[in-house]
């Protein structure tokens, strides 16, 4: 299944420009390990609402967790497709789980260490 970069976009998510530095990954590593999934992917896939809802919650949080539910080959295949379509960057990814960052240029919530 293949997604258009634009379509899950909204109007205010940008696509990163730079990537993040070693020190800066390491920080959202540290922050991400408390939460709690916010999305869950299971047999269904990247369905358009799951879409919906990652763009939703990287928009109102930056930096969020999400439950892959899938064989390991498909999981790779959704965080590329998330990246891509959504514009944000993976932090993390340990097992059925992968952690993704963009930060909203008009409410930031978190501020990086320097690069």
């Not at 999981?75 to 379509?85: G, L």
């Not at 944000?88 to 963009?102: H, T």
Request: proline letters at 6%; hydrophobic letters at 35%; charged letters at 20%.
């Amino acid at each position: 299944m293949r997604y258009c970069c634009t379509r899950y976009e909204t109007p205010h998510i940008s696509r990163m420009s730079h990537s993040l530095s070693k020190n800066q990954l390491k920080y959202l590593r540290g922050l991400c390990h408390p939460l709690q999934p916010v999305v869950m992917v299971a047999d269904k896939g990247l369905s358009e609402n799951v879409m919906l809802a990652i763009s939703e919650a990287l928009s109102n949080h930056e930096l969020i967790k999400i439950r892959l539910r899938t064989e390991r080959e498909q999981r790779n295949a959704f965080i590329t497709t998330i990246s891509t379509s959504t514009g944000a960057q993976l932090v993390q990814k340990i097992g059925q789980v992968a952690c993704f960052y963009l930060p909203n240029p008009d409410e930031p919530k978190l501020a990086l260490p320097a690069a």
